[in-house]
């Protein structure tokens, strides 16, 4: 009974996120992987936080923000060169295996009441660089377990594992805070991390090769210069950088405004950290709820443009209450605003804004941002707080001041990347012929996602290539179903961009539109069309394989190579949707051709 229960389980999963063969055990461990990282920090995050706040006190949160800045930036420019010195999967183990100690020893010191000032400042930083870490090696070995298509429609579920250890973890501190007392609390931390040990252990036994590796290097390596000097050369990019940063300035304002009325409100460092953990989950599932049921509505409706006004509209509203009623509830609400719009709709919103931006150019300034641009901005906020709180010696009202001085910042940068943004794609998607008057009317007057379906119902053979890439890169599900249409395209180039996208079109009824393309009169049409078909096929996937392999056409069934040829182009063509080193029948299938 019980394993009939669980296979109908698993086969809703499976059918609820278009988990399709092959993938469920690699979501599954990536899942629980993430699930014990995040879990891990959201037990360490309130205890740093409340013994920092309780020993060493909130008019000291200032310069660690600077020296965290300051530290976490030097981690940095050393990893990226242990990165090339030594192999990834080492580091990955040396990373747990230096954390989980430093958690036990820190408990140790704790309990022994040996833990002075100067070990709550090495834990607080610590556990910034062990998050900045931890996070970016497991997105990076995402990356190597899924290939890109995989990734582009099964990172979002994974990430779900993320959502649920913030959960857990923030509950699992606000209930036994006040019970085990936060020494023990880094104990629990420590088996958490312990089995993400073990769960990246076999990871990377079961699905990472050693020429995955080098490929992902060689891929790193394609650089196009220094990513501030990319930044520095495109308007659209530099307004993006601008945004992301005085939010952040922004965020370490209202961490200080939210610490100091939490503390000043709970004396005792064990409430404190319980205190913490409950709102950290309670964030979390807020800010799920935005992700799940408002950010697509709100994004597709009112567009990219504005959206972004939302979250700094939403932040002036709090740092207004608070710079006239400076009470914990609303530093609650401040912080509220400030977590969950920006983990949803303002997230959304930033990663449409980049969407015009090349692949290339996109990638490296992207991860420029995030990490040196997010450890700058709080370095600055902490300046900002060190001048305004230790020498002016002003209180939480100025800091409220500030953060709408600020908001008004960031509010004029958004009108000027929204008219960015706009002109991107109209210059995308303008024809040769186009007369430049018209320029202004095709999409400042709508949402660009309405513009997008417009272009695939009347564009050009260029303007379809660059929509069609454009959902494929985002996954924009809303528009996948408009290129059903383009599979009869007259251009072979847009059939197969159709194609592409359709991989991630999200109900498997479509195959019998895409069986008549094997008999395309293009060879790339009807190899982009089997591999299609083939990730659609969710139960037959040997026989479709077997198919293909006895078809007549030379460029599908292989024939027209040698032995050692066709062995590696079917390899090649299946790659994307299993891993033949860990599947027998694929093995015999290949060795049969």
Known sequence: MLPRLAEAGIELLRRTFDIRPGEFRRVSLMGINIFLIISTLMIIKPVINALFLSYVGVRSLPSLFLLVATVAMGVSVLYSRALHRFSLHRIILRTYQISIPAMILTGVLLHLDLAGKWVIYIFYIGEVIFALLTTSQFWILANLVFNPLEAKRLFSLVGAGAIAGGVMGGYLTSVFAPILSNENLLFMAAVFLTG???????????????????????????????????????????????????????????????????????????????????????????????????????????????????????????ATLLLITPVLWVGILLKLFDVSIKQSINKAAVELLILPIPLATKSQAKTFIDVFVDTAATGVGGILLLFLINALDLQLRAVSLLIIILIGFWIWFAREIRKEYIRSFQENLKTPDENPKQEKSSLSDVSVLEGMRGVLKTGSERQLLYVLGKIEELKEIRLIPDSLPLLDHKSPAVRVAALRCLYFHPKHEILPQLIPLLQDEDAEVRAHAFTTILSHSRRDRVNVIHQYLQDADPMINGRRWSGWQKRLVTTRKCSDFFRSRNSSWTRSIISAS
């Open 196 to 318: 993400g040990f073990f769960v990246n252990r076999t990871i990377w036994r079961d699905y990472i090769t050693p020429d995955q590796l080098v490929t992902s290097q060689r891929e790193n390596g394609q650089l196009q210069g220094h990513p501030l000097q990319v930044i520095r050369k495109s308007r659209h990019l530099t307004l993006l950088a601008l945004i992301v940063g005085i939010g952040i300035v922004i965020a370490k304002l209202v961490e200080y405004q939210y610490s100091a009325l939490a503390s000043a409100a709970f004396p005792d460092a064990d409430h404190l950290a319980a205190f913490f953990g409950f709102w950290f989950s309670t964030f979390n599932i807020i800010s799920l709820i935005i992700q799940v049921f408002i950010t697509r509505r709100v994004v597709g409706i009112y567009g990219v443009g504005k959206s972004l006004f939302i979250l700094p509209i939403a932040l002036f509203g709090g």
